[in-house]
């Protein structure tokens, strides 16, 4: 299976959650074995050789595709999530949104300083949710090897508040 065929796969729901929104519904994906299997192949493929220690999941469609790629590479997960989420000590930080602000946590034992992550999340929007993660692993200073999303939306220029890692996208739209 190629990317034009898990593209194919992933389902556009519009005004969802809010008008104006094209949603990019993967679980029409997550459901197909083969797709499933090939889009964490194509995540994965890029940093094969970086030497990832942990893989880091962005609640909640980024743990689905971490997990697996963790388990591929004989490494651990680790949760960034949304507030209030985590039990023990946290680092959080807030981001700004089109409209309001956002908050992401990562337990403050997540990462061990110098330890080699590889983030990932489903879609790579405007890229403030990834921008904040990163920045809490750089607060716990992390050595990130890249970012690993299965869809890009190159429109929303997510890519420019990430430019000093390393993006791989197995579908762009
Ligand atoms: P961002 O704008 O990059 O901070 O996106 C925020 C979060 O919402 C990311 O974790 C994405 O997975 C999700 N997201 C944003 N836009 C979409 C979309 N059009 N379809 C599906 N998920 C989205």
Redesign the pocket.
């Known amino acids: 299976m190629d990317q034009e065929q898990l593209k194919d796969l992933i389902r556009d729901v519009p005004d969802f959650p809010k008008p104006g929104?094209?949603?990019?519904?993967i679980t029409t994906l997550l459901k197909d074995p083969v797709a499933l299997k090939a889009a964490t192949h194509f995540m994965l493929k890029p940093f094969a050789a970086t030497g990832v220690e942990c893989v880091v999941g962005?609640e909640s469609?980024?743990f689905i595709l971490a997990t697996p790629m963790a388990i591929e590479l004989g490494c651990g997960f680790a949760p960034v999530r949304k507030p209030g989420k985590l039990p023990a000590q946290t680092l959080k930080l807030e981001y700004d949104?089109e409209y309001g602000s956002d908050v992401v946590e990562i337990h403050a034992d997540a990462i061990e300083p110098g330890q080699k992550v590889l983030v990932v999340?489903?879609?790579?929007?405007?890229?403030?949710?990834?921008a904040a993660a990163c920045q809490l692993l750089e607060q716990l200073e992390a050595d990130i090897v890249g970012i690993s999303v299965l869809a890009e939306?190159s429109f929303?220029r997510?890519r420019d508040r990430l430019p000093a890692l390393r993006l791989e996208s197995a579908i762009v739209y």
Do not use: C, E, Q
């Not at 929104?21 to 519904?25: C, G, N, Q, V």
């Not at 999340?121 to 990834?130: E, F, K, Y």
């Open positions: 929104i094209s949603y990019k519904d962005i469609r980024g949104l999340d489903d879609v790579l929007a405007t890229g403030g949710t990834m939306l929303l997510g």
